[in-house]
């Protein structure tokens, strides 16, 4: 990929359509199974007419543009509209039938309030409730229904702004529990450095075709599976979340039918594809055209990649094309890769001391009291990674430290939020918040700074869950905490809540109807599904010397007291 | 109306699901919208339903319009049953 020439996100696209205008863009496949091509002049035409309807509703370059969109044709062309206008675009995940429609339409006036977005796109049933509130807001609501017809397949001839590679082109978001109050920004320069130094690592060739049901909100599915493919002219075959995680085989019958050669995915989409799909449902698929199925934005478990290739490997899912990666918004994307045709290497460890002495010392291979870190490969051409020590200071190899990075991708800053840039970018070197270990060239997570908790590839902010039961009627408030612990047969996290009711002798049938409102006002919030909920007595919560309520120490008690006493499934969790 | 249908997959749930053995299920207990159950496991649930009685649900119908208590979705599989 030869993206140096370009100083914009949007020259490589508009080239293309130029030169090759039949060039396959976008396969895009329906819920109901039917595809939809979409060629490199009429994706140009498409974004063009999204271009020149915000432009009409006064929208101007660098205005912040807010896309509140199901996943949809209409989504990739209206991102694309905003960017070819110069304007910086963001995607904000779409109402599905578990949130709450009220709840969810104040959060989209927040973020347009917060971040002084000038424009909101989005269909024409929610044109007039948000028009209403947004009234004063200085934001226009630009309905899809008013997006003016492309008259016919020829692009428009107008000339779009030519603007410096520093320009801001979107915003991502990095998916918070209640609200989306950091938003990435990432300038076209930083993206096409990106899409250059990344293609390098995964070696991205015109032959290869990009398979993806990722959601557009999130950094994996928005630059892996759409952005990038997009601007260095690859083929995407792209299917609906909601889809595939109730049908997973979809993913597999496009890669079968378009011969696909790479996809993205989280950890737990492995367990997920391994468990529900019936093998007889896809014995007669080819899968053997992939040369990496890419492992990403959850902690890597090797038990994950294995239950995948046992139960595909009979359809040409190699182990070498089981491949992984580090990455993040703040780097655009990738920060590191695996090299793809091998699989990633195995760093067998000293458990204890990795916990307590934070060294990885190697050991042999399945040796007692040992763990297999999964390496996440080399930094991308361009960026560099170190492992700093509390005292910012780097640490030698298989020291376990926090995981800096410094690039030539890196996000400009959070938009309007200079507090949180100057907070994790220090020195040149953005602080990633992950824990983890160099060894031989070669990136290892092994945790967490943060009590984060990611779940299905999304990140959980304990604190929004605990915000949530301080609110909730028979709670007692700020005695609250939320932790994740990982499920083997999930190959994710599960999110536990222990909550302390108020007042005494309460009665079963009281708490269970506590209980059921917490976990549904968490639901319409936040669409987490909490795996359980414990409502204990006042001082049952462990509370640090500071006096804060500790998610580590509680979430040691919710096992002994709960879990080892209670079921004979225990052995299913495990403490990382 | 249908205690084994309903018997069988509230203990399915509060073994596989919950993995609670013992958690006090109700027949009219919100299963999807509470969030009791997630999407992926409701995923699981419709197999075991496919395994256990023969009846299919489509992925399409998987929310909480097609149903979302225990006693629900026992009288979704018996009239799928007949």
């Given at each position: 990929?030869?993206?140096?020439?370009?100083?914009?996100?949007?020259?490589?696209?508009?080239?293309?359509?130029?030169?090759?205008?039949?060039?396959?863009?976008?396969?895009?496949?329906?819920?109901?199974?039917?595809?939809?091509?979409?060629?490199?002049?009429?994706?140009?035409?498409?974004?063009?007419?999204?271009?020149?309807?915000?432009?009409?509703?006064?929208?101007?370059?660098e205005d912040l543009v807010i896309l509140v969109l199901r996943h949809s044709q209409t989504l990739l062309f209206a991102f694309w509209g905003a960017i070819y206008l110069g304007a910086i675009a963001s995607i904000f995940p779409f109402l599905t039938e578990k949130l709450d429609a009220q709840i969810y339409m104040e959060r989209v006036k927040e973020l347009v309030t917060h971040s002084k977005a000038r424009a909101v796109i989005t269909f024409p049933e929610f044109k007039a409730e948000l028009s209403a509130l947004?009234?004063?807001?200085?934001?226009?609501?630009?309905?899809?229904?008013?997006?003016?017809?492309?008259?016919?397949?020829?692009?428009?001839?107008?000339?779009?702004?030519?603007?410096?590679?520093?320009?801001?082109?979107?915003?991502?978001?990095?998916?918070?529990?209640?609200?989306?109050?950091?938003?990435?920004?990432?300038?076209?320069?930083?993206?096409?450095?990106?899409?250059?130094?990344?293609?390098?690592?995964?070696?991205?060739?015109?032959?290869?075709?990009?398979?993806?049901?990722?959601?557009?909100?999130?950094?994996?599915?928005?630059?892996?599976?759409?952005?990038?493919?997009?601007?260095?002219?690859?083929?995407?075959?792209?299917?609906?979340?909601?889809?595939?995680?109730?049908?997973?085989?979809?993913?597999?019958?496009?890669?079968?039918?378009?011969?696909?050669?790479?996809?993205?995915?989280?950890?737990?989409?492995?367990?997920?594809?391994?468990?529900?799909?019936?093998?007889?449902?896809?014995?007669?698929?080819?899968?053997?055209?992939?040369?990496?199925?890419?492992?990403?934005?959850?902690?890597?478990?090797?038990?994950?990649?294995?239950?995948?290739?046992?139960?595909?490997?009979?359809?040409?899912?190699?182990?070498?094309?089981?491949?992984?990666?580090?990455?993040?918004?703040?780097?655009?994307?990738?920060?590191?890769?695996?090299?793809?045709?091998?699989?990633?290497?195995?760093?067998?460890?000293?458990?204890?001391?990795?916990?307590?002495?934070?060294?990885?010392?190697?050991?042999?291979?399945?040796?007692?009291?040992?763990?297999?870190?999964?390496?996440?490969?080399?930094?991308?051409?361009?960026?560099?990674?170190?492992?700093?020590?509390?005292?910012?200071?780097?640490?030698?190899?298989?020291?376990?430290?926090?995981?800096?990075?410094?690039?030539?991708?890196?996000?400009?800053?959070?938009?309007?939020?200079?507090?949180?840039?100057?907070?994790?970018?220090?020195?040149?070197?953005?602080?990633?918040?992950?824990?983890?270990?160099?060894?031989?060239?070669?990136?290892?997570?092994?945790?967490?700074?943060?009590?984060?908790?990611?779940?299905?590839?999304?990140?959980?902010?304990?604190?929004?869950?605990?915000?949530?039961?301080?609110?909730?009627?028979?709670?007692?408030?700020?005695?609250?905490?939320?932790?994740?612990?990982?499920?083997?047969?999930?190959?994710?996290?599960?999110?536990?809540?222990?909550?302390?009711?108020?007042?005494?002798?309460?009665?079963?049938?009281?708490?269970?109807?506590?209980?059921?409102?917490?976990?549904?006002?968490?639901?319409?919030?936040?669409?987490?599904?909490?795996?359980?909920?414990?409502?204990?007595?006042?001082?049952?919560?462990?509370?640090?010397?500071?006096?804060?309520?500790?998610?580590?120490?509680?979430?040691?008690?919710?096992?002994?007291?709960?879990?080892?006493?209670?079921?004979?499934?225990?052995?299913?969790?495990?403490?990382? | 109306?249908?205690?084994?249908?309903?018997?069988?997959?509230?203990?399915?749930?509060?073994?596989?699901?919950?993995?609670?053995?013992?958690?006090?299920?109700?027949?009219d207990d919100a299963l999807i919208s509470s969030g009791l159950i997630d999407s992926f496991h409701l995923v699981d649930l419709a197999l075991f339903v496919e395994e256990q009685f023969g009846v299919r649900i489509e992925d399409t119908e998987l929310n909480s319009n097609t149903f979302d208590t225990l006693a629900q979705l026992s009288a979704l599989i018996q009239q799928r049953i007949k």
């Open positions: 990929m030869e993206l140096t020439r370009y100083t914009t996100l949007t020259q490589p696209i508009i080239c293309r359509a130029l030169e090759d205008p039949e060039g396959l863009a976008i396969v895009f496949i329906h819920d109901d199974g039917t595809e939809e091509k979409i060629q490199a002049a009429q994706f140009h035409a498409e974004a063009s007419r999204y271009a020149l309807a915000l432009q009409s509703t006064g929208v101007q370059p947004l009234a004063g807001a200085g934001c226009a609501v630009l309905s899809t229904a008013d997006v003016p017809q492309a008259p016919d397949k020829e692009a428009p001839t107008v000339e779009w702004p030519a603007y410096p590679g520093d320009k801001i082109a979107f915003l991502q978001h990095s998916s918070g529990t209640t609200g989306l109050q950091k938003g990435v920004a990432l300038s076209h320069r930083s993206v096409l450095n990106q899409i250059q130094t990344y293609s390098q690592s995964i070696d991205l060739r015109g032959e290869d075709v990009i398979v993806s049901w990722l959601p557009l909100y999130h950094d994996m599915g928005l630059i892996a599976g759409f952005v990038m493919p997009l601007v260095a002219g690859v083929p995407l075959v792209l299917m609906s979340p909601f889809k595939w995680v109730r049908d997973p085989k979809v993913l597999l019958q496009a890669i079968h039918r378009q011969r696909g050669t790479l996809c993205w995915l989280p950890n737990f989409a492995y367990n997920h594809s391994a468990r529900v799909i019936r093998s007889q449902d896809v014995a007669a698929l080819d899968l053997s055209s992939m040369r990496a199925f890419i492992n990403c934005s959850e902690p890597v478990y090797d038990e994950s990649q294995q239950v995948f290739l046992s139960k595909f490997g009979a359809i040409g899912v190699r182990n070498e094309a089981l491949s992984t990666c580090y990455a993040m918004a703040e780097n655009t994307f990738a920060v590191t890769q695996c090299p793809t045709g091998q699989p990633a290497r195995l760093d067998w460890v000293n458990t204890r001391l990795l916990q307590e002495e934070r060294r990885a010392l190697p050991v042999a291979v399945d040796s007692p009291g040992s763990s297999a870190m999964v390496s996440c490969g080399f930094p991308i051409p361009g960026t560099e990674v170190c492992i700093m020590d509390e005292h910012e200071v780097r640490l030698p190899d298989r020291r376990v430290g926090e995981i800096a990075l410094h690039s030539a991708c890196m996000l400009s800053g959070y938009y309007r939020r200079p507090d949180l840039t100057a907070q994790s970018i220090r020195a040149g070197w953005y602080y990633t918040g992950d824990m983890g270990y160099l060894a031989d060239g070669q990136l290892y997570i092994t945790g967490r700074k943060k009590d984060l908790i990611i779940v299905g590839g999304k990140n959980i902010y304990p604190q929004d869950l605990e915000a949530i039961a301080n609110n909730t009627q028979g709670i007692a408030p700020g005695r609250s905490v939320a932790f994740g612990l990982y499920d083997k047969s999930l190959g994710s996290e599960n999110i536990v809540m222990i909550c302390e009711i108020e007042g005494k002798g309460i009665s079963e049938a009281a708490k269970k109807a506590v209980e059921m409102d917490l976990r549904r006002r968490v639901v319409q919030r936040s669409e987490i599904a909490l795996a359980d909920v414990r409502l204990v007595e006042g001082r049952w919560l462990i509370k640090t010397s500071s006096g804060k309520i500790s998610r580590s120490a509680n979430r040691d008690k919710y096992i002994q007291d709960f879990l080892e006493n209670e079921t004979e499934h225990s052995n299913q969790w495990r403490n990382q | 109306m249908t205690p084994d249908i309903e018997s069988t997959l509230s203990e399915y749930i509060r073994t596989q699901v919950l993995k609670r053995p013992k958690y006090n299920l109700g027949s």
